[in-house]
């Protein structure tokens, strides 16, 4: 990054105003973390689905479910992608990011697109908790990162045409969950919830870093279904993403999506409404 300019006389000044968040988040309704984990006694598992190395899967996630991601084999990243059943709503990562920060871990929310922006998901376990942010400002599970693409992978290899990227796989894991044309579906996939990944920014040049994953086989994220969701998970060529993107050199391992019905929901649970705001953009009719 090239910078042309002698700085002003008040360059310092100006850099020591203090900032203020952008998105308070006090007057969201709390997360009833004592309520969720109490309904995970008795559950049942219904359904698993193994997410092979450097491809995706899909799978169906009712209202009121829990679903885990889980480390089998090895260390791996995967990249997440949420709808609602019918597919009108999608995971909204930069709203996600605004609201609840550059890395997400137990009590966070995960918001829906625009007009209806709820929460899809609720995040109610994570086993890598402990991590935090490291001495290089970098934490686990982020939604700064996009995804890895064929498309980015083609301007930099100088015309590469890779078909594992996450873009990729998530676009035919959708395609044939929902017998969806390719173009179809590839205009639904969206940027991830980066699940196990580890990144943060550089402080000299601000590109997007990331490092080995701390995940280990037994470590899962876990969430609740807060309405019918579909989910797709891309099990990354990037393995633990210690290295590169897009990569059949890289050591890759599956990744297992369990989905688990309680007994009952949550104490006073109910399936969050679509957003308030009337749609009208102060546009008279």
Sequence with gaps: MTRDHTPPADADARRAIAPVTCYPTESLPPVDLAAYRAARDGWQMISETIVPPRE???????????????????????????????????????KTRALHGTHLTTGARLWSSFPTMRPLATITNDTLDWYGFDQYGCGVHDVIGTR?????HNLLSKGGQYHHCCHSNLTRALSDARNLPQ?????????????????????????????ASPVRPGDHLEFFAEID???????????????????????CYPLLVQVYRPLSPPQGWRAPLPNGYDRSHGISR
């Design 229 to 251: 969701l579909l989910g797709a998970l891309s099990a990354c060529p990037g393995g633990d993403c210690s290295a590169e993107h897009s990569s059949d050199a890289a050591a």
């Design 148 to 152: 890895c693409d064929p498309y980015t």
């Design 56 to 94: 995706a899967r899909c799978f169906d996630i009712p209202a009121g479910h829990f679903f885990r991601i889980i480390s089998t084999e090895g260390p791996q990243v995967g990249d997440l992608n949420l709808w609602s059943a019918d597919l009108t709503e999608r995971f909204y990562s930069g």
């Design 183 to 211: 173009d179809r579906a590839e205009a639904l996939v969206h940027d991830v919830l980066n699940v196990f990944m580890c990144t943060g920014f550089s402080r000299q040049t601000g590109q997007y870093l990331m490092k």
